[in-house]
C-alpha cells in the first residue's frame, strides 16, 4: 500500500517529462546498467516494473476517466501487451514477413497473448476513455521503453536500429487492435442506448396516440378535433422514426430486418399507401401506374415503408412543380416498382453512397422539413429489399432521378 501511496504522490507530473526526461517515479537511484550490449527485448523483460510503473502514472493522468481508478486497473492488461511486444521483438523475421506487416497483412503478434491489447481497449472504453486517451497510452510507452533502452545502452550496434524498427512495428500493431476493438465497443454500446430508448420511448408515445384518438372521438368542437388530429399525425411521424431507429439497431447488431412474408396483392397495397401521402402532401401530385401480375408472397408492411421512404424523399428533394411517379410492375419472375421525380441531378460520388445510414445527398435541400428525418430511410429501404432477396437501385441524369426495387416472386428468407 505503501508503494502506490507513493507512485500516486507524482500522478500530477508534467507527463511529457515523464516519458521523455527524468523519471521521477523511482524510489531509489536509477539501476545502474552495465554498459554492454543488450537488446530491446531483453531490456523490456528486465525493466518491466519501471516501464509499468510509468504506464500507470501515464494512464492515472487521463482525466476524468481515471480520476478513481486504483493502480490494478490503470495498469490493465499492459504486462501483457509488453509481454506480447517482447515475444514479436525475439521471434525471427524475414524482410518479406516484415513487408507484409507494414502493409497490414499480419493481425496478430507472434506467440503471444492476442487479445491483450483488444482487452485492454475494451476496458478502457467501460472505464470512459476517449480513443484520443487510448492513442496516447500507446505513444507514451514508446517513448518510455525507447528513452529509457536508448539512455542505459546507446545505439551503437546496427542490431538495435533492426529493434527500433520492430519495436515500432509491434506497438503500431497493438495500437490498431486496440483501437478497432475499442470502436466497435463504443459503437455498441451506442446502439444498445439508441435501441432502449426508441423501444421505451414506444409505450408513452402509445398513450399519447390513444388519447388523441379518444379526444377526436368525442366530437367536442372544431377546436379539440383539430388538436386531436394535429396529435394524432405528429405521434403517427415520431412512430415513423422510432420504427427506422429500431430497424437501424437491429441491422447494426447483425440481425437485419425482421419481415413476415403474407399472400398479398402488392397494387391494393401501394394505392392505398399512396392515398395516404397524397392526402399529407397534398399540394403535391403523386402519379400510380401499374402493369401486370402484383399477386405475390412479400411482407406488405414493409414493402409500403419502402415505398413510403422513396415517394418522401422524392417529394423532399424533387423540383416542387413537378409530379413524383409511381410506376408497380409484375412478370413471372419478380415484382417491380420505382419512383421517379425530377430536380436536381444526384452526382455520381453521391449515388455510390446515397443508400448508407446518416446520409444526406450532397448539394441538396429537402424541400420541406415538417417530419423530420434522421437520414436512415434509404438505408432501412435497402435492407427490407435485401430481406425479400431483392434489389434497389438509384440513378440520376438532367432529366429525372430513379430509385428502382425489384424483389423476386420466390418465398424470402425470413430473418428472425
Given at each position: 500500500?505503501?508503494?502506490?501511496?507513493?507512485?500516486?504522490?507524482?500522478?500530477?507530473?508534467?507527463?511529457?517529462?515523464?516519458?521523455?526526461?527524468?523519471?521521477?517515479?523511482?524510489?531509489?537511484?536509477?539501476?545502474?546498467?552495465?554498459?554492454?550490449?543488450?537488446?530491446?527485448?531483453?531490456?523490456?523483460?528486465?525493466?518491466?516494473?519501471?516501464?509499468?510503473?510509468?504506464?500507470?502514472?501515464?494512464?492515472?493522468?487521463?482525466?476524468?476517466?481515471?480520476?478513481?481508478?486504483?493502480?490494478?486497473?490503470?495498469?490493465?492488461?499492459?504486462?501483457?501487451?509488453?509481454?506480447?511486444?517482447?515475444?514479436?521483438?525475439?521471434?525471427?523475421?524475414?524482410?518479406?514477413?516484415?513487408?507484409?506487416?507494414?502493409?497490414?497483412?499480419?493481425?496478430?503478434?507472434?506467440?503471444?497473448?492476442?487479445?491483450?491489447?483488444?482487452?485492454?481497449?475494451?476496458?478502457?472504453?467501460?472505464?470512459?476513455?476517449?480513443?484520443?486517451?487510448?492513442?496516447?497510452?500507446?505513444?507514451?510507452?514508446?517513448?518510455?521503453?525507447?528513452?529509457?533502452?536508448?539512455?542505459?545502452?546507446?545505439?551503437?550496434?546496427?542490431?538495435?536500429?533492426?529493434?527500433?524498427?520492430?519495436?515500432?512495428e509491434a506497438i503500431d500493431?497493438?495500437?490498431?487492435?486496440?483501437?478497432?476493438?475499442?470502436?466497435?465497443?463504443?459503437?455498441?454500446?451506442?446502439?444498445?442506448?439508441?435501441?432502449?430508448?426508441?423501444?421505451?420511448?414506444?409505450?408513452?408515445l402509445q398513450s399519447i396516440?390513444?388519447?388523441?384518438?379518444?379526444?377526436?372521438?368525442?366530437?367536442?368542437?372544431?377546436?379539440?378535433?383539430?388538436?386531436?388530429?394535429?396529435?394524432?399525425?405528429?405521434?403517427?411521424?415520431?412512430?415513423?422514426?422510432l420504427d427506422d431507429l429500431?430497424?437501424?439497431?437491429?441491422?447494426?447488431?447483425?440481425?437485419?430486418?425482421?419481415?413476415?412474408?403474407?399472400?398479398?396483392?402488392?397494387?391494393?397495397?401501394?394505392?392505398?399507401?399512396?392515398?395516404?401521402?397524397?392526402?399529407?402532401?397534398?399540394?403535391?401530385?403523386?402519379?400510380?401506374?401499374?402493369?401486370?401480375?402484383?399477386?405475390?408472397?412479400?411482407?406488405?408492411?414493409?414493402?409500403?415503408?419502402?415505398?413510403?421512404?422513396?415517394?418522401?424523399?422524392?417529394?423532399?428533394?424533387?423540383?416542387?412543380?413537378?409530379?413524383?411517379?409511381?410506376?408497380?410492375?409484375?412478370?413471372?419472375?419478380?415484382?417491380?416498382?420505382?419512383?421517379?421525380?425530377?430536380?436536381?441531378?444526384?452526382?455520381?460520388?453521391?449515388?455510390?453512397?446515397?443508400?448508407?445510414?446518416?446520409?444526406?445527398?450532397?448539394?441538396?435541400?429537402?424541400?420541406?422539413?415538417?417530419?423530420?428525418?434522421?437520414?436512415?430511410?434509404?438505408?432501412?429501404?435497402?435492407?427490407?429489399?435485401?430481406?425479400?432477396?431483392?434489389?434497389?437501385?438509384?440513378?440520376?441524369?438532367?432529366?429525372?432521378?430513379?430509385?428502382?426495387?425489384?424483389?423476386?416472386?420466390?418465398?424470402?428468407?425470413?430473418?428472425?
Amino acid at each position: 500500500m505503501a508503494k502506490n501511496s507513493q507512485v500516486k504522490t507524482h500522478y500530477s507530473v508534467d507527463t511529457d517529462r515523464l516519458f521523455t526526461g527524468v523519471d521521477p517515479l523511482r524510489v531509489s537511484n536509477v539501476v545502474q546498467h552495465e554498459k554492454n550490449d543488450m537488446r530491446l527485448a531483453d531490456f523490456i523483460l528486465q525493466d518491466m516494473e519501471n516501464i509499468l510503473a510509468r504506464w500507470e502514472a501515464f494512464a492515472a493522468c487521463q482525466l476524468p476517466a481515471a480520476a478513481h481508478m486504483q493502480p490494478l486497473a490503470l495498469r490493465d492488461h499492459a504486462e501483457q501487451i509488453l509481454q506480447a511486444i517482447r515475444k514479436d521483438l525475439a521471434t525471427y523475421q524475414s524482410r518479406q514477413a516484415q513487408t507484409q506487416k507494414s502493409l497490414g497483412g499480419k493481425a496478430a503478434l507472434v506467440g503471444a497473448p492476442e487479445t491483450a491489447a483488444q482487452t485492454h481497449a475494451v476496458l478502457r472504453a467501460k472505464s470512459g476513455f476517449n480513443i484520443n486517451q487510448l492513442a496516447a497510452e500507446y505513444r507514451a510507452l514508446r517513448a518510455s521503453v525507447l528513452r529509457l533502452w536508448t539512455d542505459a545502452y546507446p545505439l551503437a550496434d546496427p542490431d538495435r536500429f533492426e529493434d527500433v524498427i520492430r519495436f515500432n512495428e509491434a506497438i503500431d500493431e497493438a495500437l490498431a487492435e486496440s483501437i478497432s476493438f475499442f470502436s466497435t465497443q463504443v459503437e455498441q454500446s451506442r446502439n444498445l442506448l439508441l435501441g432502449m430508448l426508441g423501444h421505451d420511448l414506444r409505450s408513452p408515445l402509445q398513450s399519447i396516440q390513444m388519447t388523441a384518438t379518444y379526444l377526436a372521438a368525442l366530437n367536442a368542437g372544431a377546436q379539440v378535433s383539430d388538436a386531436a388530429a394535429r396529435l394524432i399525425n405528429s405521434g403517427s411521424r415520431m412512430k415513423a422514426l422510432l420504427d427506422d431507429l429500431l430497424d437501424f439497431n437491429r441491422t447494426k447488431f447483425g440481425l437485419g430486418v425482421n419481415i413476415n412474408p403474407t399472400p398479398m396483392d402488392a397494387s391494393k397495397v401501394f394505392d392505398d399507401e399512396l392515398r395516404l401521402l397524397r392526402a399529407a402532401h397534398a399540394n403535391r401530385q403523386i402519379d400510380f401506374e401499374v402493369a401486370g401480375d402484383t399477386n405475390g408472397v412479400w411482407d406488405a408492411m414493409r414493402l409500403r415503408q419502402v415505398l413510403n421512404n422513396l415517394v418522401v424523399n422524392a417529394i423532399k428533394y424533387g423540383a416542387d412543380d413537378t409530379p413524383v411517379r409511381v410506376a408497380l410492375s409484375g412478370d413471372p419472375e419478380q415484382l417491380s416498382f420505382e419512383v421517379r421525380n425530377k430536380g436536381s441531378t444526384i452526382d455520381r460520388e453521391t449515388l455510390d453512397i446515397i443508400f448508407e445510414p446518416l446520409r444526406r445527398i450532397m448539394g441538396q435541400e429537402p424541400r420541406y422539413d415538417g417530419e423530420g428525418s434522421l437520414g436512415l430511410g434509404l438505408y432501412i429501404a435497402r435492407q427490407i429489399a435485401e430481406a425479400h432477396r431483392g434489389t434497389i437501385e438509384a440513378r440520376s441524369d438532367s432529366t429525372q432521378t430513379v430509385f428502382a426495387v425489384r424483389v423476386p416472386r420466390s418465398r424470402p428468407s425470413i430473418i428472425a
